[in-house]
């Protein structure tokens, strides 16, 4: 491969829901661009981007997957990325590092959940959009149905560029609507195709719509907005100069029709990429922060090296690989960097240009460009890395929270080192993948975007560390506090022959506001009490806080006032003030209206508006407490508040329910009052579980 300068880089993200054919869309660029022979095909796990064992197996992306060919005299890198919900976020990374997201949809099901969120992660990002309504030779397609729905969810700024004419099985035939064409592909799945000018009520059509596109593409430009109203057409150059600026202002949205499984239309539309598509210099600079803190503006053709990585991945037969984009300057082999996010220094021993797993050798990156680097030590996902004398931080990918949670439970004794190697290092690789060793629940609770990524993680868990893993219900921290006032006088007393144990402690509580913690006071009067003990009171208190009172849970959101007592000048000591402060408080708890307090979430729903009423019912019958409800074109979205324990598992619920098409997050909002009939059935449960007498 030659050697491109940023500004003939084409770095393109492949998104989309899932079963949009984005994988193989790819196929078809690399086919196209003679990097391989025929197609391959996702059934006989034969496609470059989906080359891992567990994609093949479940026939589907897993993982974003960079490629890269030539086409027009350009660079295309290329990162096809996931689908399916459990693995969408995977375009976060893409679209941080691309300058053009595809965002590719189903010619069939049209705008889906999948798609608006991939949309809106590509608009924060500043990407330039283009649309590809893919599948255009299934039964039943309908182009101008679906054309106008995609207009409802993205507005009047759609434009076609290529229009299908043979809609249907058999598709092979399009309308260009820059060039005026009639474009016939082959039917082998080469992408060959002839072309021919556009006659009759063809010709008006294509006229029609290139007017559309010509006023679309002038609009941002009153030189030419001016001269088409006045002549009623632009030339090649003017057309060519209005629509890199439109793109650039997001003033048109290209769209183009394409069968990925035929391989028809996609030249077409690497044609239009080539011309008019982003480069890195295009999109300007990138913002970073320098070691003091400060904001600093990258510029793409300037200064030293500095790269992010946006992808790890570890693969024990392939290797580990460190996805990156160089923003500025020149990165050679051999050359030393330094991780600022590490505080490492790693040395750049080889630098590949991959296609799924075939690995090609090069000498050097240029400004804007990506690759994959080996032998990586200390350097992870959204590290940055600097060459001498910069100090340079990019900002990392924001993923989003999780939301599903299991508990962890190993099968085998004595592999606790090699869990916590396993998950520390697949956490390092896919930040979206959470653990936590909670000491308080006493388990190990993994959190990721779905029950497939959670089995996905187990899995590789079992293949690269060799642990066997169960996964169950995580139990839920609940807390406990008190509605009302209560006071109690405590002596603690003990003889045991020689020196005793005597402390007398006169405590009140009251509740605080929620949220608010513990709060330790004191109002000692006179010498009845040394304050050299206070301490001891104190922890005491704090000791019975940890263990709970009622349910075995953290006791929170109270004031202690340590007012008054009484000791022994020979046997008052400080574990007979601890052990007098931990009953005085029991005591004053339990007499000051005690209760259960449960975590509630706030969650967001994005569905079809037909899935509504079953969601809505749902929800209440988890205790969720509606919030609101807005439209959002053909989707509803519902925000509300629900308990955490009666969120186990709802995103697979969800899908359930809604056939697949409904997304949710979630994310912890504050501590509620539980109800007494379930408190008193959580009490019990945890009485039970500590051997104590249950009470009728």
């Known amino acids: 491969m030659k050697d491109y300068a940023s500004g ?6 492949l998104v989309g829901h899932s079963k949009s054919g984005k994988t193989m869309l790819a196929e078809c660029m690399l086919a196209s661009s003679s990097v391989i022979n025929r197609l391959g095909s996702i059934e006989n796990g034969t496609t470059v981007s989906d080359y891992l064992d ?3 197996a479940m026939q589907l992306s897993i993982n974003a997957s960079l490629l890269h060919t030539e086409w027009g005299g350009r660079k295309f890198n290329i990162i096809d990325t996931p689908g399916y919900l459990d693995f969408l976020a995977e375009a976060l990374g893409a679209l941080r590092v691309t300058d053009t997201a595809l965002v590719v949809l189903n010619a069939i099901e049209g705008v889906e959940v999948g798609t608006m969120k991939v949309w809106e992660w ?3 990002s500043d990407q330039q959009c283009v649309l590809v309504l893919n599948g255009m030779d299934k039964e039943g397609v309908d182009f101008d149905a679906t054309l106008q729905n995609i207009r409802i969810a993205f507005g009047s700024k759609v434009a076609p560029i290529t229009v299908p004419l043979n809609a249907g099985p058999g598709f092979n035939r399009l309308l260009d609507v820059i060039t005026g064409e009639v474009v016939t592909y082959a039917t082998d799945g080469s992408g060959k195709s002839t072309a021919c000018p556009a006659e009759g009520a063809l010709a008006e059509r294509a006229n029609e719509l290139h007017g559309q596109l010509i006023e679309l593409a002038a609009e941002v430009d009153d030189t030419l907005i001016k001269k088409y109203f006045n002549e009623g057409d632009l030339s ?17 949205i290209p769209l183009f029709a394409t069968s990925a499984t035929t391989d028809v239309g996609v030249t077409r539309m690497m044609d239009f990429l080539a011309l008019h598509g982003a480069s890195p210099m295009d999109r300007g600079s990138a913002h970073a922060r320098r070691g003091d803190g400060s904001p600093c503006e990258l510029i793409s053709n300037g200064g030293g090296p500095v790269l ?8 024990a037969h392939l290797g580990d690989l460190t996805f990156v984009k160089l923003y500025t300057g020149r990165l050679q082999s051999g050359q030393d960097v330094r991780n600022v996010s590490s505080k490492h220094t790693e040395r750049i021993s080889q630098i590949f240009l991959v296609n799924g797993q075939t690995r090609t050798g090069v000498d050097h990156l240029n400004a804007g460009d990506l690759g994959a680097l080996v032998k990586m030590k200390h350097t992870h996902t959204c590290d940055t890395l600097c060459g001498a004398n910069l100090e340079l931080t990019l900002p990392p990918i924001e993923f989003p929270h999780p939301n599903i949670h299991a508990a962890l439970k190993l099968k085998g004794k004595g592999d606790e080192e090699k869990i916590a190697q396993g998950l520390a290092a697949l956490h390092a690789e896919n930040p979206m993948f959470l653990y936590r060793v909670d000491p308080e629940l006493h388990q190990t609770v993994i959190s990721g975007q779905g029950e497939l990524h959670l089995r996905v993680v187990t899995s590789r868990l079992k293949e690269r560390y060799h642990v ?3 996964l169950g219900e995580p139990k839920v921290a609940f807390r406990e506090t008190i509605r009302g006032r209560g006071e109690s006088k405590y002596r603690h007393k003990k003889q045991t022959g020689g020196a005793g144990q005597f402390a007398e402690v006169w405590m009140r509580i009251e509740p605080r506001g929620r949220d608010t913690g513990l709060e330790f006071v004191d109002s000692l009067v006179g010498m009845n009490v040394d304050r050299a003990f206070v301490p001891s009171v104190e922890k005491g208190v704090k000791s019975a806080c940890a263990e709970g009172v009622l349910a075995g849970y953290r006791v929170v959101d109270l004031r202690v006032d340590f007012y008054d007592g009484k000791m022994h000048p020979v046997d008052s000591k400080d574990v007979a003030f601890q052990v007098a402060g931990k009953h005085a408080f029991r005591e004053a708890f339990l007499a000051a209206k005690p209760c259960l307090i449960e975590p509630i979430f706030r969650i967001e729903i994005r569905l079809p508006d037909a899935f509504m009423g079953a969601v809505m019912g749902d929800l209440n019958s988890r205790r969720g407490k509606i919030l609101g409800i807005e439209n959002a074109g ?10 955490a324990r009666d969120l186990y598992k709802y995103s697979t619920h969800l899908r359930s329910i809604s056939e697949g098409r409904g997304v949710h997050t979630e994310e912890f909002d504050h501590y509620s009052e539980m109800p007494h009939e379930l408190e008193q059935k959580m009490i019990a449960e945890a009485r039970r579980e500590r051997g104590q007498p249950v009470e009728d």
């Not at 992010?308 to 991945?313: A, G, Q, S």
């Open 468 to 470: 066997e893993v169960e």
């Open 8 to 13: 003939d880089l084409r770095n393109v993200a």
């Open 54 to 56: 567990t994609e093949r």
């Open 634 to 643: 053909a989707f509803t979205i519902i925000r509300a508040m629900v308990p």
């Open 236 to 252: 090649t150059e003017e057309l060519h100069a209005g629509l890199v600026k439109a793109l650039r202002e997001h003033s048109i």
């Open 122 to 124: 590509a608009r924060e």
């Open 308 to 315: 992010f990585v946006f992808k790890t991945l570890g693969e």
